[in-house]
């Protein structure tokens, strides 16, 4: 009878806890490697999981990398922010050009790499009711050229809350059920498409799963603990890894994206550091 109730149990995709397990499983790779293809252009063929210290196997950890892929020496972020705000952002631009700064700190003599983050956001955040996809590159100030090799694309997932699969938009259709509230309503989203009824199968599979389910709910009692601590006006630095050592990487980064010419308003708006922190990195710089 428990394991009756347990498959009742609905497990978003939005959660970090789903969408790293769904990702990470071959089986159901599938269904977001299309939707990142669809809306960013970007093939993961080749591209395999990426684990080291900053998406290791351990829980805790995880929680601040989301999925990192590699091919040669490019790489890709892809985080599924169920609560997008600024901060969110901002944290998840750090990851790229931390991971980009691997080529850029050789300065003239980098080597050449490609670094792409793809966001999915569970919000409209500022963003006009039909933007869906919404892309940014960086640009070199002084020079007025592109900085092709670091990209951001970020998938608007409540633009598509009314799509409905009709034979032929099996892409958006997968986007559209990330953001389903129900198992019902995933169902109704997927409108026979095969591959999308595979996916809500296995997610209710899942529920048979003790140890996703612990995962799943330790997700649920921290992103409580986190929004309480924001309501008592405690920091939580904690989640974000604002400490000391943060901060130095933080300024690490910034020098490396100054030296490939990034303008400061970006570096900033990137790192979090304020005006006056940046100008005394290029004070720094040009000493």
Do not use: W
């Amino acid at each position: 009878m428990q394991k009756e109730e347990n498959k009742k149990e609905f497990f978003t995709l939005l959660s970090d806890t789903t969408f790293k397990r769904m990702f990470k499983d071959e089986d159901s790779r599938f269904f977001f490697e299309k939707v990142i293809k669809y809306y960013s252009k970007l093939d993961l063929e080749g591209y395999e999981l990426y684990d080291n210290e900053i998406n290791s196997g351990n829980n805790a950890r995880d929680y601040r990398l989301d999925i990192l892929l590699k091919k040669d020496r490019d790489f890709i972020i892809v985080e599924m922010n169920k609560d997008v705000s600024e901060r969110v952002l901002i944290k998840n631009r750090m990851y790229l050009f931390l991971i980009a700064g691997g080529g850029l700190e050789k300065g003239e003599d980098f080597v050449k790499m490609k670094t792409a983050l793809i966001n999915f956001n569970n919000s409209l955040y500022k963003i006009k009711p039909d933007a869906i996809n919404v892309d940014y590159t960086l640009r070199n100030e002084k020079y007025n050229d592109v900085i092709d090799d670091i990209k951001i694309h970020n998938i608007y997932l409540e633009s598509l809350k009314n799509v409905r699969y009709n034979g032929s938009n099996e892409e958006e259709t997968f986007a559209a059920m990330m953001i389903a509230s129900s198992y019902e309503e995933m169902r109704e989203i997927a409108n026979g498409c095969e591959e999308a009824l595979y996916i809500v199968d296995k997610l209710e599979r899942l529920a048979e799963d003790d140890k996703f389910r612990t995962d799943y709910n330790v997700e649920l009692v921290r992103r409580k603990e986190i929004n309480s601590a924001r309501l008592d006006g405690y920091d939580d630095g904690y989640e974000n890894g604002y400490d000391a050592g943060t901060k130095a990487r933080e300024k690490e980064i910034a020098k490396n994206l100054l030296k490939k010419g990034v303008s400061s308003k970006i570096v900033s708006e990137s790192t979090g550091l304020s005006e006056e922190e940046i100008n005394n990195l290029i004070e720094e710089l040009n000493s």
